[in-house]
């Protein structure tokens, strides 16, 4: 993925401390990649390497780990995987940088790894729309003939979400306002559009439906904050 938002990726990673649940996405693995596993796990061969892209500083990497023989964790920022290398490097996970939108980077690591099972989450609506379609592209070829997706993005009423937790003072949600100093603003984004992403890539939809983020961030009341989501499990048509 080309710039700006590559440089404002590592911007954010650069400025984040090294510790588990600074991001506001950082939750623990209990509530997410550990949580998700009923969603997944019914369709995720074994014996295929797990691809966890995006994975920030590694927290849901390291817990797949625990399930699965071989994790890769990949992220185009270098800054994230630095965090991850220094805060789960002995989880025996292979962490990496990687641009998911560069479909000759997926044609090689597909020549590599051959087909994987990947878990991703929140990726697709931070790139800039004129990538989707790439990215897209190289999950089908990393997957192959007998991997699968599991997708998880921001559903629409997400951004009303956010705007209302942010109106509640100049002060509130700090971990959000975090990712926008960093210029990481969540792209509109409407009802289908996972689905259209997928589908038109050549992926057949298996599995799908609403999801909640349990953020690391807390409302002005002290509660958290919490953002409506959608996930889809995934194959080659």
Same mark, same amino acid.
């Given at each position: 993925m080309g710039q700006p938002v590559n440089a404002n990726w590592q911007g954010f990673w650069?400025?984040?401390? *090294?510790?588990? %649940?600074?991001?506001?996405?950082?939750?623990?693995?209990?509530?997410?990649?550990?949580?998700?596993?009923?969603?997944?796990?019914?369709?995720?061969?074994?014996?295929?390497? +797990?691809?966890?892209?995006?994975?920030g500083n590694g927290t849901q990497?390291?817990?797949?780990?625990?399930?699965?023989?071989?994790?890769?964790?990949?992220?185009?920022?270098?800054?994230a995987i630095e965090h991850a290398t220094a805060l789960y490097g002995d989880s025996g996970v292979?962490? *990496?940088?990687f641009d998911l939108a560069d479909t000759t980077a997926a044609t090689a690591l597909h020549a590599e790894l051959g087909d994987v099972n990947i878990y991703m989450r929140g990726v697709l609506h931070q790139m800039p729309d004129d990538r989707r379609a790439d990215a897209a592209a190289s999950l089908a070829t990393l997957i192959g003939a007998s991997g699968h997706l599991f997708a998880v993005e921001l559903a629409p009423?997400?951004?009303? $979400?956010i705007k209302s937790a942010m109106s509640e003072?100049? =002060?509130? +949600?700090?971990?959000?306002?975090? +990712?926008?100093?960093?210029?990481?603003?969540?792209?509109?984004?409407?009802?289908?559009?996972?689905?259209?992403?997928?589908?038109?890539? %050549?992926? =057949?939809?298996?599995?799908?439906?609403?999801? $909640?983020?349990?953020? =690391?961030?807390? *409302? +002005?009341?002290? =509660?958290?904050?919490?953002?409506?989501?959608?996930?889809?499990?995934?194959?080659?048509?």
């Open positions: 650069s400025d984040t401390a *090294r510790e588990q %649940g600074v991001a506001i996405w950082d939750s623990a693995p209990g509530v997410t990649s550990t949580a998700h596993l009923p969603l997944f796990e019914q369709h995720f061969a074994v014996d295929l390497p +797990v691809l966890d892209i995006g994975c990497s390291a817990a797949l780990a625990a399930h699965y023989p071989r994790v890769l964790g990949l992220d185009f920022a270098p800054a292979d962490f *990496r940088t009423a997400a951004g009303e $979400t003072s100049p =002060t509130a +949600v700090p971990k959000m306002r975090q +990712v926008f100093k960093h210029n990481l603003t969540p792209a509109a984004w409407v009802d289908g559009k996972l689905e259209e992403l997928l589908t038109g890539a %050549g992926l =057949t939809i298996l599995d799908t439906g609403p999801i $909640t983020l349990e953020g =690391t961030d807390t *409302r +002005v009341d002290g =509660t958290r904050l919490d953002l409506p989501m959608t996930y889809a499990v995934a194959r080659r048509a």
